[in-house]
């Protein structure tokens, strides 16, 4: 059974910093891209940063470079979404979500679109307050 079970999820004030953290279970998680997306109330879902874990390679939304870092860890299944210099704007709903690599992709960028990824966990609120 496949299971993304997101955490860390907080209110913290304009300025913070938080981290999120998802753990996957019955994927083999080295032919995987994993994504973090966000859901605003009254908005669409969006990308927010992904990394293939078979190469590492790793995309950013244009507004959370410089301050979001997504990372792998191997040995507990575990991705992180560190998250800085947080503001208003960042306040969603986040999610974690899995992609299967196609083998000729192993070395090209994460999919940035959600309609690639095919498990998803059940989300992490982050409010952040002005």
């Known amino acids: 059974q496949v299971q993304l079970v997101e955490s860390g999820g907080d209110l913290v004030q304009t300025g913070g910093s938080l981290r999120l953290s998802c753990t996957v279970s019955?994927?083999?998680?080295?032919?995987?891209?994993m994504g973090w997306f966000r859901q605003a109330p009254g908005k669409e879902r969006e990308g927010v940063a992904s990394i293939n874990w078979y190469c590492g390679v790793t995309y950013y939304k244009d507004s959370v470079k410089g301050r979001f870092t997504i990372s792998r860890e191997s040995t507990q299944h575990n991705v992180y979404l560190q998250m800085n210099n947080l503001e208003p704007k960042d306040t969603a709903m986040y999610y974690c979500?899995?992609?299967?690599?196609?083998?000729?992709?192993?070395?090209?960028?994460?999919?940035?679109?959600?309609?690639?990824?095919?498990?998803w966990g059940q989300g992490t609120q982050v409010t952040v307050s002005s």
């Open positions: 019955g994927l083999p998680v080295s032919y995987y891209s």
């Open positions: 979500a899995a992609a299967k690599i196609p083998v000729a992709r192993r070395y090209y960028d994460p999919p940035t679109s959600e309609k690639a990824y095919r498990y």
